[in-house]
């Protein structure tokens, strides 16, 4: 839901799919007449969506009336600190949260003498002594007064009115205002909020995977024997694409996962199926979702250590928030925050939903598997899911700059181009870094590998279930009334409750059962889950010298 720098170029995908290929366009209007959904492109680039902002207005008014007890406090910086990533859209998302989930502040009408509203300024002793001879005067007596000057004011301004060109002459109070303006302001406006940020290059809380040297060579590395794997799939959609499109020449792997990321922007963004959607069958929706599945494993969870550790920094930071908040005496003056609100990308909660242990895949069969096991086919379970439910659309970006090569190639091979556009987003794969990927570009997968799990639409791991747009997670610490009597009997104090996007998950490793709530943690027994997975110097051990080891065996 955020559009891509490469949309300040602007394109047309009837460039190059429509009147110069295709020969049916006939059967496929909406591919003649598609023009970009965008205006003012190159100051929307990055930015953030408007239905992006509804939904995280959403969100925190379901988180509001889900914890009365935090949202009905009044906002101070120190008990809601709000921190977000130096990235606009970013800070945009914590704006758009933070003005529903604080309730709103009522302004002061300009227009509302009375001392509650609009206090009058200090009087010198004469002043007050003419405010008090004042109110001796009869209700009557004040109300004719008070009409007497307003007509001598209005004869005044018409006075001014007809001194054309007369400097004395003076406006009207609003007269130069725009017409809003004038109107007194009597609504609720949105709590003012402040919002922390540290340099993109210096945020080891938030966006960890931007200081992390051995975690960059690491996913460069990656991202290049997945481009020759991911290519392999794309390309077995090529033979109906080209004859849906009636193509005059062969079609492109990245040509295919373009018209894919079109189908999800129109899917998430449009709620449209009846476009770029229109050329996928079901089955082929569920390999390509699996493709991008493989692709966010790999290169920011369960695909190598390296992905899930470098977020040891946010998570000792949770549990150290967590045990202040507990060490904290009921109606204390100062103590713990009530909540931190913190604001970063897909490529930070991914990462700490990872080290946690969430969503993890079962082991895969063993590297000796047969070659047909290998190549990981199209399961023949049917497709359960729709593309109208579509739950994530991937930043604009990667569909802009893959239409831009389609446009700019002018009928020639794959392959042709300048590499001048690269672009540099955490979200972009081979085939969008500015040209389509050479061959030698993509090395083999290491040896043995093999997806951690199989094309089900059943499967555990679903990028869009773990990061859809707006994915969220909370880890909310309850404490007991009878805290000390609970102390006694054995019974834990304080209990950890975790939301994954809004729903309740069991901490993983953590089985106690408390009260009949299965899925809430002892705070203590957390505590202990995350010990050895925030240790002070993982960032360091993963992201020096021995990381770089660390990230080349896994």
Same mark, same amino acid.
Not at 16 to 27: F, I, M, S, V
Not at 72 to 81: A, C, E, I, S, W
């Given at each position: 839901?955020?559009?891509?720098?490469?949309?300040?170029?602007?394109?047309?995908?009837?460039?190059?799919?429509?009147?110069?290929?295709?020969?049916?366009?006939?059967?496929?209007?909406?591919?003649?007449?598609?023009?970009?959904?965008?205006?003012?492109?190159?100051?929307?680039?990055?930015?953030?969506?408007?239905?992006?902002?509804?939904?995280?207005?959403?969100?925190?008014?379901?988180?509001?009336?889900?914890?009365?007890?935090?949202?009905?406090?009044?906002?101070?910086?120190?008990?809601?600190?709000?921190?977000?990533?130096?990235?606009?859209?970013?800070?945009?998302?914590?704006?758009?949260?933070?003005?529903?989930?604080?309730?709103?502040?009522?302004?002061?009408?300009?227009?509302?003498?009375?001392?509650?509203?609009?206090?009058?300024?200090?009087?010198?002793?004469?002043?007050?002594?003419?405010?008090?001879?004042?109110?001796?005067?009869?209700?009557?007596?004040?109300?004719?007064?008070?009409?007497?000057?307003?007509?001598?004011?209005?004869?005044?301004?018409?006075?001014?009115?007809?001194?054309?060109?007369?400097?004395?002459?003076?406006?009207?109070?609003?007269?130069?205002?725009?017409?809003?303006?004038?109107?007194?302001?009597?609504?609720?406006?949105?709590?003012?909020?402040?919002?922390?940020?540290?340099?993109?290059?210096?945020?080891?809380?938030?966006?960890?995977?931007?200081?992390?040297?051995?975690?960059?060579?690491?996913?460069?590395?990656?991202?290049?024997?997945?481009?020759?794997?991911?290519?392999?799939?794309?390309?077995?959609?090529?033979?109906?694409?080209?004859?849906?499109?009636?193509?005059?020449?062969?079609?492109? #792997?990245?040509?295919? =996962?373009?018209?894919?990321?079109?189908? *999800? +922007?129109? @899917?998430?963004? &449009?709620?449209? $199926?009846?476009? !770029?959607?229109?050329?996928?069958?079901?089955?082929?929706?569920?390999?390509?979702?699996?493709?991008?599945?493989?692709?966010?494993?790999?290169?920011?969870?369960?695909?190598?250590?390296?992905?899930?550790?470098?977020?040891?920094?946010?998570?000792?930071?949770?549990?150290?928030?967590?045990?202040?908040?507990?060490?904290?005496? #009921?109606?204390?003056? =100062?103590?713990?925050?009530?909540?931190? *609100? +913190?604001? @970063?990308?897909? &490529?930070?909660? $991914?990462?700490? !939903?990872?080290?946690?242990?969430?969503?993890?895949?079962?082991?895969?069969?063993?590297?000796?598997?047969?070659?047909?096991?290998?190549?990981?086919?199209?399961?023949?379970?049917?497709?359960?899911?729709?593309?109208?439910?579509?739950?994530?659309?991937?930043?604009?970006?990667?569909?802009?700059?893959?239409?831009?090569?389609?446009?700019?190639?002018?009928?020639?091979?794959?392959?042709?181009?300048?590499?001048?556009?690269?672009?540099?987003?955490?979200?972009?794969? !081979?085939?969008?870094?500015?040209?389509?990927?050479?061959?030698?570009?993509?090395?083999?997968?290491?040896?043995?590998?093999?997806?951690?799990?199989?094309?089900?639409?059943?499967?555990?791991?679903?990028?869009?279930?773990?990061?859809?747009?707006?994915?969220?997670?909370?880890?909310?610490?309850?404490?007991?009334?009878?805290?000390?009597?609970?102390?006694?009997?054995?019974?834990?104090?304080?209990?950890?409750?975790?939301?994954?996007?809004?729903?309740?998950?069991?901490?993983?490793?953590?089985?106690?059962?408390?009260?009949?709530?299965?899925?809430?943690?002892?705070?203590?027994?957390?505590?202990?889950?995350?010990?050895?997975?925030?240790?002070?110097?993982?960032?360091?051990?993963?992201?020096?010298?021995?990381?770089?080891?660390?990230?080349?065996?896994?």
């Amino acid at each position: 839901m955020c559009i891509g720098p490469a949309l300040s170029r602007g394109f047309d995908i009837r460039r190059h799919l429509g009147t110069k290929d295709a020969r049916n366009t006939a059967q496929l209007p909406w591919l003649r007449n598609w023009t970009a959904p965008f205006e003012d492109v190159g100051l929307m680039g990055g930015e953030l969506h408007p239905i992006g902002a509804d939904e995280l207005w959403g969100l925190a008014y379901r988180l509001r009336r889900r914890f009365p007890s935090l949202s009905g406090q009044d906002y101070l910086p120190k008990r809601f600190p709000v921190v977000s990533t130096q990235v606009a859209r970013t800070a945009a998302s914590a704006s758009a949260f933070t003005s529903a989930f604080f309730p709103g502040v009522r302004s002061a009408d300009p227009e509302d003498d009375s001392p509650a509203v609009n206090p009058a300024p200090p009087s010198s002793v004469a002043a007050e002594a003419t405010v008090a001879a004042a109110q001796e005067a009869t209700e009557e007596q004040w109300q004719q007064g008070r009409q007497e000057a307003a007509l001598a004011v209005e004869a005044e301004q018409q006075r001014g009115r007809t001194l054309q060109g007369d400097s004395s002459a003076k406006l009207r109070p609003y007269d130069d205002l725009d017409e809003t303006l004038r109107e007194p302001s009597s609504i609720r406006r949105p709590q003012a909020v402040a919002i922390s940020m540290a340099p993109k290059d210096a945020d080891p809380l938030l966006r960890f995977f931007d200081v992390c040297p051995a975690y960059a060579q690491h996913d460069e590395f990656t991202e290049r024997w997945m481009s020759g794997w991911m290519q392999g799939n794309w390309s077995r959609l090529t033979p109906a694409l080209e004859r849906k499109l009636g193509l005059v020449r062969p079609m492109s #792997p990245c040509e295919v =996962e373009a018209l894919w990321q079109l189908c *999800l +922007l129109e @899917a998430g963004v &449009e709620g449209r $199926v009846d476009g !770029a959607c229109s050329l996928f069958e079901q089955e082929d929706a569920l390999l390509l979702e699996w493709v991008d599945d493989v692709h966010l494993l790999e290169t920011q969870s369960y695909g190598a250590p390296i992905n899930w550790q470098i977020a040891a920094p946010l998570l000792r930071d949770a549990a150290a928030s967590l045990r202040a908040a507990a060490e904290t005496r #009921p109606g204390a003056a =100062e103590g713990a925050p009530a909540a931190r *609100l +913190l604001f @970063a990308h897909c &490529e930070t909660l $991914v990462p700490l !939903a990872s080290l946690l242990g969430l969503f993890r895949p079962p082991e895969p069969d063993p590297a000796d598997a047969s070659p047909q096991e290998v190549a990981a086919a199209v399961s023949a379970t049917e497709a359960q899911r729709h593309l109208l439910a579509a739950e994530s659309v991937e930043d604009l970006g990667v569909v802009l700059q893959g239409l831009k090569d389609l446009n700019g190639r002018d009928g020639s091979a794959p392959g042709s181009g300048s590499g001048s556009g690269r672009l540099r987003d955490e979200d972009l794969h !081979a085939c969008y870094k500015g040209r389509p990927p050479s061959p030698g570009d993509s090395p083999p997968p290491p040896p043995g590998w093999r997806p951690m799990f199989p094309n089900d639409d059943g499967r555990l791991f679903k990028g869009a279930r773990i990061a859809p747009y707006g994915a969220n997670m909370a880890i909310v610490l309850y404490r007991r009334r009878e805290a000390a009597a609970a102390a006694g009997s054995g019974r834990p104090a304080h209990l950890v409750r975790l939301l994954y996007n809004e729903q309740v998950v069991a901490v993983p490793g953590c089985s106690t059962s408390v009260d009949g709530y299965p899925l809430d943690c002892d705070l203590e027994r957390f505590l202990e889950l995350l010990q050895d997975k925030t240790a002070p110097d993982a960032l360091e051990r993963w992201c020096g010298a021995g990381g770089g080891q660390a990230a080349a065996a896994s």
